[in-house]
């Protein structure tokens, strides 16, 4: 069975940076794209990166760009989202999810969330 974990979530400060973990088992990775999404209160889901199998794709929200970096290492079955200079439109739960190969591919599986919370 696939599963998803995320980890690295927390409570920073504006400007402070955090790293999410996706880590996988069940499954490796190297034959799925990871996307990762965020939640906020009263909010839309929103997706924020997504990675291709491969690392040879990547995207970013508009919101999000040259300030989130997504990264995969499927030597050891996870993939990161490092975030820096955080706001406080930026709190909300973070989400993993895999796709088939390409970003472009329905998300079937889902982890359960880690909260991020960026506030002075």
């Known amino acids: 069975q696939l599963q998803l974990v995320e980890s690295g979530g927390g409570l920073v400060q504006p400007g402070g940076s955090l790293r999410l973990s996706c880590a996988a088992s069940?499954?490796?990775?190297?034959?799925?794209?990871i996307g990762w999404f965020r939640q906020a209160p009263g909010k839309e889901r929103e997706e924020v990166s997504c990675i291709d199998n491969n690392g040879g794709w990547i995207s970013y929200a508009d919101s999000v760009k040259g300030r989130f970096t997504i990264s995969r290492d499927n030597a050891r079955n996870t993939v990161y989202l490092q975030m820096n200079s955080l706001k406080p439109e930026d709190t909300a739960i973070y989400y993993c999810?895999?796709?088939?190969?390409?970003?472009?591919?329905?998300?079937?599986?889902w982890g359960q969330g880690t909260q991020v919370t960026v506030s002075s």
């Open positions: 069940g499954f490796t990775l190297d034959d799925y794209a």
């Open positions: 999810a895999a796709a088939v190969y390409m970003c472009t591919t329905d998300f079937s599986s």
